[in-house]
């Protein structure tokens, strides 16, 4: 009953509350976690092909933990920004980051 | 896995969470007293719970059944017997740091939804020697599953058939039994949490059923660190004259009482030094183990 | 596992991925939202354990501890009402974000459900960590090498942008304005 269609629906939903998030905050650190759920989602996908669609390709398996040491290398990046930002500017939010705005 | 693998692991948590009490009254030099510590516990879930009134309900109800789960998890993870493996996954070892890697939430968890000062520093203490610790935990194991060829917890206690590991790979056990006794909330790395430092730190505000289903969830995580100790490190049933789970019950109660007693005998670290020696040393080193690990496999175990 | 085993682990642990998701974005607290996040992500590592990937799963369930844990943490010294007692109201844009989410959702539903996907017997375990780790160290080396590389330039670019006074090490000047805090 399971099957690849049902599996991309969900990871389509998935994503589509990572992008709920990522839009609709306006602290980075909750931008950072709605692209983590995007990537959730990704990974998702890649898991259900590798199930349904092509069996053997361990490349699959593969795409899946860089993606996973992606997640944890955006998060790294994400928060030493906000660090950096909070240093100089008192404030994470992305409504007040906005002297590059043209 | 058969249909009574999870009555067993239950029945296995229950029996060893007392017998650990039962180690731990010992190794305090007192009489043991093994119905006391039943109707102590009894006792202990017949209390009214009393909620403090700051607390963030779903935070403070949730933590002590994820420690439980978390430790039951780890329990499971841990190979017995040749007959009795426990949940046998092929990925085995790393479900067992899976497992113990949800001490650290559950603690935050108790620390954050108490509500009080004094308990959110406990849970955020722990956190910060977690991180520290969490590393290095992880990658011995892989360390140690490199002889073996194999993360199932049962192929590396065969790999020891000739030699226990803890000879091989002595760094390996030196960083793993300081891990693993910081994730079980044992001292001298229970800073977060011991009863003289901040007031009871992290779980201080539970009483009455919380507070029981903790203590057994602690005792329960003690069990399964020093069985997975015995099984990387010690060989696990390996062993001469006696039946398998006979050799590996006496070297987890061995364990056991080595951790209770360091426990007892060495004062308690503080969190600055631990982190520094976490960061700078022990992360460093695990990366070397887990290079002479190689080495040892290609030389030795081809 | 058995297609009854498999659907008793998706459609739950699918359905509170889904629902956990949304409440990170819709709770007040910043513990709860660190925390609902582990909660979905830990949980997806369940969906994969039910789509038989028995290494990521267990392997997602491990990395997202650590990570939401450290979330959790940043949120906590960073933001502005950490325990969500004040009411603050942390969005903007909230209608067209839902819009645009909605509509993303509608498209790759729609690819999902209407692409004649190849039709494959689904044989049985996917690959195992055997597999993976000879196509790690074999076929995908190029691509893992550079994985590590992009893991230790963002180490090292992370530490430089968090430490005082940023690359060059500039302290800050002795005069410099403190709030009541403290703070540089």
Redesign the interface.
């Known amino acids: 009953?399971?099957s690849?269609?049902v599996?991309?629906?969900?990871?389509?939903?998935?994503?589509?509350?990572?992008?709920?998030?990522a839009?609709?905050?306006?602290?980075a650190?909750?931008v950072?976690?709605?692209i983590?759920?995007m990537l959730?989602a990704a990974?998702?996908n890649a898991?259900?092909f590798?199930?349904?669609?092509?069996?053997?390709?361990?490349?699959?398996?593969?795409f899946?933990?860089?993606v996973?040491?992606?997640?944890?290398?955006e998060?790294?990046?994400g928060?030493?920004?906000?660090?950096?930002a909070?240093?100089n500017r008192?404030t994470?939010?992305l409504?007040d980051l906005t002297e590059l705005r043209g | 896995m058969s249909n009574w693998t999870p009555f067993a692991i239950l029945a296995l948590a229950l029996g060893g969470a007392w017998a650990v009490a039962c180690v731990e009254q010992a190794v305090a030099g007192g009489r043991v007293a093994p119905a006391h510590v039943l109707r102590r516990a009894a006792a202990q879930i017949d209390q009214p719970l009393a909620v403090p009134a700051g607390r963030d309900a779903w935070l403070y109800h949730l933590a002590p059944p994820l420690l439980l789960v978390a430790a039951v998890v780890a329990l499971a993870t841990v190979p017995w017997a040749p007959g009795f493996r426990g949940v046998d996954l092929s990925t085995g070892a790393i479900l067992f740091s899976a497992a113990l890697a949800y001490v650290t939430p559950s603690v935050f968890m108790a620390g954050w939804g108490a509500g009080g000062p004094l308990a959110v520093l406990g849970g955020f203490r722990f956190i910060a020697l977690m991180l520290g610790f969490a590393m290095p935990l992880a990658m011995v194991v892989t360390a140690v599953a490199a002889p073996a060829e194999s993360l199932r917890p049962a192929a590396i206690v065969e790999v020891q058939h000739a030699v226990p590991m803890v000879i091989v790979q002595p760094f390996a056990a030196a960083l793993f039994v300081p891990a693993a006794m910081a994730v079980a909330l044992l001292a001298p790395f229970d800073l977060a949490d011991a009863t003289t430092e901040l007031e009871g730190g992290a779980f201080s505000r539970y009483t009455g059923l919380h507070a029981g289903l903790i203590a057994l969830a602690r005792k329960i995580l003690v069990l399964a660190v020093a069985g997975m100790t015995a099984a990387l490190f010690l060989a696990g049933w390996q062993g001469p004259l006696l039946p398998p789970a006979i050799w590996m019950a006496l070297k987890t109660g061995a364990v056991v009482a080595g951790m209770l007693w360091a426990g007892r005998r060495l004062p308690r670290f503080e969190l600055e030094r631990l982190l520094v020696v976490a960061w700078i040393v022990a992360i460093p080193a695990a990366i070397g183990v887990i290079v002479l690990a190689g080495l040892i496999t290609l030389l030795f175990y081809r | 596992m058995s297609d009854l085993a498999t659907a008793l682990v998706f459609w739950p642990s699918a359905a509170i991925m889904l629902v956990t998701g949304l409440y990170v974005f819709r709770t007040r607290s910043m513990a709860r939202a660190g925390l609902l996040l582990l909660a979905s992500l830990g949980i997806e590592g369940l969906v994969f354990l039910s789509l038989a990937s028995e290494f990521l799963g267990v392997l997602q369930l491990l990395m997202m501890s650590g990570e939401m844990v450290i979330m959790v943490f940043f949120m906590v010294m960073f933001m502005a009402d950490p325990g969500g007692l004040m009411g603050m109201d942390m969005t903007h844009d909230k209608r067209r974000s839902a819009a645009v989410a909605a509509g993303v959702a509608a498209a790759l539903g729609a690819v999902a459900v209407a692409t004649d996907w190849p039709g494959t017997v689904v044989t049985g375990a996917a690959p195992d960590i055997e597999q993976i780790g000879f196509e790690v160290m074999g076929r995908s080396m190029l691509s893992f090498l550079f994985a590590g590389m992009t893991i230790l330039f963002a180490m090292v670019g992370g530490i430089l942008l968090a430490k005082h006074g940023g690359r060059l090490g500039i302290p800050a000047p002795a005069g410099e304005p403190r709030d009541e805090e403290g703070a540089p």
């Open positions: 009953m399971i690849l269609p599996v991309l629906a969900t990871a389509a939903l998935l994503f589509a509350v990572g992008v709920y998030g839009l609709s905050q306006t602290n650190i909750m950072i976690m709605g983590e759920l959730g990974m998702l898991v259900g590798m199930r349904y669609a092509w069996p053997d390709a361990a490349s699959g398996a593969f899946v933990l860089v996973m040491t992606l997640m944890a290398v998060a790294t990046v928060f030493a920004l906000v660090i950096a909070f240093r008192r994470a939010e409504d």
